[in-house]
């Protein structure tokens, strides 16, 4: 079986239009106009000219699909009340939102597919302009996958001076330098899905420990996360990354921001519990929610949010509540497709991994927010119990896993595929 994409319903994209509108308003009259504030949006011929009041350091573009969009990340520019041109009708509606305190994000939703091309900043660093080329629905989903472009200030351009109120230094392991995207693996074909698989923790931070046998939660993922990949590449359905696939450290945002860049059709990263009762033992599935569904929950939100703390020095760099810089109620979707995706790894993998009796449990984990990304935490077992990590850390435990969250997976997309077929028969 082959899989493909998912056809969304008119209704759906409809009424995401009228979201989207609505949400457009409230972020343009809620923002104050401001230096480097974006001043207008113009579509002249195939043509677009995003304009500044002042110059702006940089800016890079990535596309998204359900619904087909471009989105736009402006270096050293803020939100600001902007006219919108329509021109020929190749952009359906623009809107905009504030990733930090220096970049700024323009969203352009398409009216049919579209890739852009010959992009450029004016010398002077007020207006960034590119062309709109059509293109094939493949070509559109081939192009997603290739990430991010970025495209640089002019060399003449005076630097954006830097404000401070201080610096500090610290030495990061080697292990956590970049964010270089992972090798794909799998069959060579760009309307397959791709599945990024996350090995919680490595490097430096070990994770959770077995007090008994001094079993490190990061070895024990990494061999899972490895064994969920060999049994997808099997089947040939999927495309399968790693985030990691040797001992190092990764920051929170870096993973699901491999799987974001890579145009991940779901994220899965995979842990081990721990807990001061030794009893407590069989594997959960987290998805996201601002509010924990219980104070086991928010404990282990709690804990596995620290990963990005070393000695006190938080190298996450993330100012603000995430949720703040989602880029649409895209997110909506992509949580509701995390929750039925939850209940399927658990009804196609409990014959072969043991479950809690409550085993999906909703938490705040930044590992999950990524916006446009199913995304679910799955908590293989807990370490600290003796024959869960007898069994996590056995070659025969890893496979029983492997098969259990890849019959998970492939029924995820055979009933994607269905939906497609069953939208285009109607």
């Known amino acids: 079986m082959k899989f493909g994409w998912t056809a969304d319903h008119h209704a759906l994209h409809k009424r995401r239009m009228f979201q989207s509108l609505a949400l457009a308003g409230s972020l343009l009259f809620a923002a104050p106009g401001s230096a480097g504030g974006i001043s207008g949006v113009d579509v002249l011929g195939d043509r677009v000219i995003v304009r500044f009041d002042e110059r702006v350091d940089g800016a890079s573009a990535f596309l998204l699909d359900a619904p087909r969009r471009i989105a736009l990340d402006i270096d050293g520019a ?21 990733l930090n305190d220096g970049t700024a994000r323009v969203v352009l939703d398409l009216a049919s597919p579209a890739t852009l091309g010959n992009a450029q900043i004016a010398p002077d660093g007020k207006s960034l302009s590119f062309s709109l080329q059509n293109i094939s629905d493949n070509r559109f989903r081939s192009e997603m996958g290739k990430g991010r472009t970025r495209f640089d200030a002019p060399a003449d351009m005076a630097a954006r001076p830097q404000k401070r109120l201080h610096s ?4 990061i392991p080697a292990a956590a330098r970049g964010v270089a995207l992972p090798r794909v693996q799998g069959a060579n074909d760009g309307t397959r899905p791709l599945v ?8 430096h931070d070990p994770g959770a420990i077995n007090r008994e046998n001094g079993k490190r939660e ?24 790693l985030t990691r696939d040797d001992d190092r450290f990764l920051i929170l945002q870096e993973r699901y921001g491999i799987a974001r860049k890579l145009g991940a059709d779901l994220f899965i990263s995979v842990h081990a519990d721990a807990a001061e009762n030794a009893d407590a ?11 924990a569904s219980d104070r086991e929950a928010a404990r282990l939100a709690a804990r596995e949010n620290k990963a990005d703390i070393i000695n006190g020095v938080n190298l996450g760099s993330q100012s603000g ?11 909506r979707e992509s949580l509701n497709i995390s929750a039925n995706f939850a209940r399927l790894l658990q009804r196609e993998a409990a014959p072969y991994v043991p479950f809690r009796s409550a085993y999906h449990r909703f938490a705040s984990l930044m590992v999950l927010k990524a916006p446009d990304t199913p995304s679910v935490l799955f908590e293989t077992g807990y370490i600290s ?42």
């Open 78 to 98: 803020q939100m600001g009340r902007f006219n919108f041109s329509p021109g020929n009708g190749a952009i359906a509606s623009v809107r905009q939102g504030q």
């Open 196 to 203: 990024v698989i996350d090995a919680g923790h490595g490097g």
């Open 321 to 331: 509540d995430v949720s703040s810089i989602l880029i649409d109620l895209t997110q």
């Open 281 to 291: 033992h069989g594997a959960t599935v987290y998805t996201l929610s601002e509010t």
């Open 168 to 171: 500090i230094s610290v030495p």
């Open 385 to 426: 119990n003796a024959d869960d990590a007898a069994f996590l850390s056995s070659r025969e435990g890893q496979d029983r896993i492997a098969r259990g969250v890849a019959r998970a997976i492939e029924v995820h997309f055979a009933r994607k595929l269905a939906m497609r077929g069953s939208a285009a028969g109607g």
């Open 218 to 241: 990061k070895d024990v993922t990494l061999a899972i996360a490895q064994a969920i990949r060999d049994q997808l590449l099997r089947s040939g359905r999927v495309r399968v990354a």
